[in-house]
Every structure is written in structure tokens, then in C-alpha cells.
């Protein structure tokens, strides 16, 4: 399927590429059991930023963050609890920084923070930052893809968005979850495409 995507109303958004999730010493690293899927998501995604840097195209980093003792957390549940049991995301800690690879682009991709949920619009100004620019089409990259990725997607579906979910770019915790995700819950509300359908577009 061929899609036209005019990068001047086109957002790319990045959930979870922070040390917790990618660096060996990450204390989620396990999470994503599928290691040669989670290596291959991100040099495609590296690639795909390479490309994009001198684009029109809106860049969004959403990382999540909690505070040191985690009160914002009432009585988590299911992956909010386990980052509370191991201390993920602790703000002021390695864990939660943004990875290097992303960091070197510097403010070329705008960081919006205050992500501490499943769904990058809940909580921050995401939306916000979509409408100042008239955005049309929600691309969406990253971890993890039943989690984080989905609520994410269908948040900006629900929003009147057109979304695409990187089927190249996302990794899931197994790859079994990942091949599932992409091939029968995410068509249900958006387009799976390649990074390679954002290269050369307009």
C-alpha cells in the first residue's frame, strides 16, 4: 500500500527509548525478551532519524519519568507496578535518560515530558504540540508495542489523527507479541508501515 505522508503535517513520535529499557545495565532490559528484534527496532529507528533530521517533519520524544518514591503511582498495577517494585524510570537516574542515540539529535526532536502512564497523551501537552503545527498524520515508534505503543496509537486514532504504527521501529516483549500486534490488533485502528514509507516523502 502506497501512502503519501507531507511531512509538514506529520509527527513522529518516540515512546521508551531510555536507558532502562536499552542499555545493558537497564533495569527493564529483560522485559523485551526478544533481543535481536529489539537491536534490529532500533537501527532502523536510528536510520529513519538520520533521514528525517533535515525534514519539515515534527520530531516528539515522550519519555516517562516518575519521582524518586513514586507518588504518583496510587496503587499500580501490571507494568506500573513492576517499574515501581525494580525503581525504573526514577527521575535523576541513568535509567531514565533518553539513550544516546537520540540524544545526539539535540533539540531536533522536542522532548515533551511528563509521561507516567501507558499513553503518551495522558498528562503532557503532546496534543498540544500536534495541533500548534496542524499535524494530520501520528507516526508512532518504540516500546513496548502491547503496552505503551497501542494505548499510545489509539489514543491519537480516538483524537481524529491518522495514525501509523513502524512496524520496523517497534519491539515487543516476544516476538510472537510483536508479529500479533502488528498483523491483528493495530489494523483495527491504524496503517503498519515501514520506516521506509517516510523516506523521500514530501
Known amino acids: 500500500m502506497s501512502i503519501d505522508y507531507d511531512l509538514e503535517k506529520t509527527a513522529i ?8 529499557y536499552f542499555a545493558s545495565d537497564g533495569l527493564l ?7 535481536e528484534g529489539r537491536v534490529k527496532m532500533l537501527a532502523h529507528t536510528e536510520a529513519l532519524l538520520a533521514e528525517l533530521e533535515s525534514t519539515p517533519a515534527l520530531i516528539i520524544s515522550t519519555p516517562i519519568v516518575f519521582t524518586s518514591d513514586y507518588r504518583e503511582l496510587l496503587e499500580p ?8 517494585d525494580v525503581g525504573a524510570f526514577r527521575e535523576g537516574e541513568k535509567g531514565s535518560e533518553t539513550i544516546p ?10 522532548e515533551v515530558p511528563g509521561k507516567r502512564g501507558l499513553n503518551a497523551f495522558s498528562n503532557t501537552e503532546l496534543e498540544q504540540k500536534l495541533q500548534e503545527r496542524n499535524i494530520v498524520d501520528v507516526v508512532i515508534a518504540g516500546v513496548v508495542t502491547s ?3 497501542d ?3 489509539r489514543a491519537a486514532h480516538e483524537r481524529g489523527y491518522r ?10 516483549r516476544s ?4 508479529e500479533f500486534y502488528l498483523e491483528k490488533i493495530f489494523p483495527l485502528y491504524a496503517r503498519v508501515v515501514g520506516s521506509g514509507a517516510l523516506l523521500g516523502a514530501g
Do not use: H, M, P
Not at 542515540?101 to 522536542?110: C, S
Not at 495514525?163 to 519491539?171: F, K, N, P, Q, Y
Open 13 to 20: 513520535i518516540l515512546i521508551g527509548y531510555q536507558n532502562d
Open 29 to 35: 532490559e529483560g522485559a523485551l525478551e526478544d533481543v
Open 77 to 84: 498495577t501490571g507494568i506500573l507496578e513492576v517499574i515501581k
Open 101 to 110: 542515540e537520540l540524544r545526539q539529535y539535540g533539540e531536533r526532536i522536542l
Open 147 to 149: 503496552i505503551c505503543i
Open 151 to 153: 494505548s499510545t496509537g
Open 163 to 172: 495514525v501509523s504504527i513502524l512496524g520496523d521501529c517497534t519491539a515487543g
Open 175 to 178: 516476538a510472537f507479541e510483536q
